[in-house]
């Protein structure tokens, strides 16, 4: 566990649908009508009423964040946003995945929410560099924080080792663990 102001911050190896808190983030794609990796995941363990909910929203722009309950799962809320596709690069997904980690911590706050778990999004199908994105999640989060309001918990679950050790890595540089 590492804290930054009055955030806790924690790093857990396994799968986000599992996740007790309040609200899980779902790396989505613009439709939000489901599709393979983190988001297939969470609607196959949430259940048909989050593909209800997201229709009715009726989709999101990359870099935003909308909310739907969580259904079957054991978290209340799922946050979903929508990552940016990467390229080379060049065509500004920094500031679209920043924007994706950061609208969805304001979003939770709106929500008055006090844990949220994040996955690596966009690192999967749409190709983000790990390390780099591992880098902006934490600058994004960080940032609101300092900005915005705290949030008392946030975690980072990763879906493999390799991953973990990224952001335990990370952490440890940017941090000293508690
Ligand atoms: P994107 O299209 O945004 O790249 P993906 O779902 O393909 O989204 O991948 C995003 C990240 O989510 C990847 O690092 C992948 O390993 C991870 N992932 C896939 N399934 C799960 C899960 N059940 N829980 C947590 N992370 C997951």
Same mark, same amino acid.
């Given at each position: ?9 924690? =790093? ?13 983030? $779902?790396?989505?794609? $613009? *439709?939000?009508?489901? /599709?393979?990796?983190? !988001? /297939? ?5 949430? /259940? ?22 969580? /259904?079957?799962?054991? %978290? ?13 690069? *060049? ?7 920043? $924007? ?14 006090? *844990?949220?778990?994040?996955?690596? =999004? %966009? *690192?999967?199908?749409?190709? +983000?560099?790990?390390?780099?994105? %591992? ?10 924080? !300092? ?7 946030? +975690? ?6 390799? !991953?973990?050790?990224? +952001? ?11």
């Amino acid at each position: 566990m590492y804290e930054y102001g009055d955030t806790k911050l924690h =790093i857990v190896e396994g799968d986000i649908t599992k996740m007790e808190v309040d609200a899980i983030v $779902n790396a989505a794609n $613009n *439709t939000l009508l489901g /599709g393979g990796g983190v !988001d /297939g995941a969470i609607h196959r363990a949430g /259940g048909p009423i989050i593909l209800e909910q997201c229709k009715k929203i009726g989709g999101c722009p990359t870099g935003e964040a909308r909310i739907t309950t969580a /259904g079957n799962m054991p %978290s209340k809320y799922v946050i979903h946003t929508v990552g940016p596709i990467y390229k080379d690069g *060049t065509k500004g997904e920094d500031k679209l995945l920043y $924007n994706a980690y950061y609208n969805s911590m304001k979003l939770a706050k709106e929500y008055k929410l006090k *844990t949220v778990a994040f996955p690596s =999004i %966009s *690192t999967g199908a749409y190709g +983000y560099p790990k390390e780099e994105a %591992s880098k902006i999640a934490l600058r994004a989060v960080m940032d609101f924080i !300092d900005e915005e309001d705290y949030i008392e918990e946030v +975690y980072f679950v990763l879906f493999n080792h390799k !991953d973990y050790e990224l +952001y335990e890595e990370l952490l440890n540089q940017t941090f000293k663990e508690q």
